[in-house]
């Protein structure tokens, strides 16, 4: 799936939204893409439901910072998360295992 911009990914969010893999998950993941407008998205998911809004949570689980080339790169699957990780592309702060299961939850690409 091809976008042109952060706010789209997250726009076209819900209809990739995997409720069924999504069953018992509370979370809450704040995005800030320094370099988009709006920059800050938060992503929360509870029990199968899916709830996104520009602005940022007083506490998520986990906390993404990163440039829009890169989130787009990432939700295209043109840029490995680990490796992203690794080399300072994408910054986190809270619960890294959440990280990885973002994916799980979603059928972006």
Known sequence: MKF????????????????????????????????????????KIKDGALEVSAGVHENPTLNLSMSEENWLKLVEGKLNPAMAFMSGKIKAKGDLFVAQKFGTYFKLS
């Open 4 to 43: 042109n911009n952060a706010k789209e990914v997250f726009e076209r969010m819900p209809e990739s939204f995997d409720s069924e893999a999504a069953e018992g998950v509370n979370v809450v993941y704040q995005f800030n893409i320094n370099d988009a407008t709006p920059a800050d998205y938060t992503v």
